[in-house]
Nanobody, 114 residues
Framework: QVQLVESGGGLVQAGGSLRLSCAAS????????MGWYRQAPGKQRELVAR???????NYADSVKGRFTISRDSAKNTVYLQMDSLKPEDTAVYYC????????WGQGTQVTVSS
């Protein structure tokens, strides 16, 4: 069984920064793509950022230039550095890992106050 455990969420003022982490554990050979999604109240879940095993990245237009995704393959961990946070970034953030199929973390709350 594969488990993804997120950490790093919390409450921050607009303009501040947070760093999310997500560590994968369990029995698997390797992880392909890893990513972060978010879901705000009353809205659909949306892709925030994705990173391939080779390090290629893509971002939602709304976070380009403010968020940075990275990974440490040796630690099976993906990170999301979030800078210049805005109230509209408030959401539950979920990490994903593509290991034969896509696994999801339990989510971590990010709240940005104005």
């Amino acid at each position: 069984q594969v488990q993804l455990v997120e950490s790093g969420g919390g409450l921050v003022q607009a303009g501040g920064s947070l760093r999310l982490s997500c560590a994968a554990s369990g029995r698997f050979f390797r992880i392909n793509d890893m990513g972060w999604y978010r879901q705000a109240p009353g809205k659909q879940r949306e892709l925030v950022a994705r990173i391939t095993r080779g390090g290629s990245t893509n971002y939602a237009d709304s976070v380009k230039g403010r968020f940075t995704i990275s990974r440490d393959s040796a630690k099976n961990t993906v990170y999301l550095q979030m800078d210049s946070l805005k109230p509209e970034d408030t959401a539950v953030y979920y990490c994903t890992a593509d290991i034969v199929r896509v696994y999801w973390g339990q989510g971590t709350q990010v709240t940005v106050s104005s």
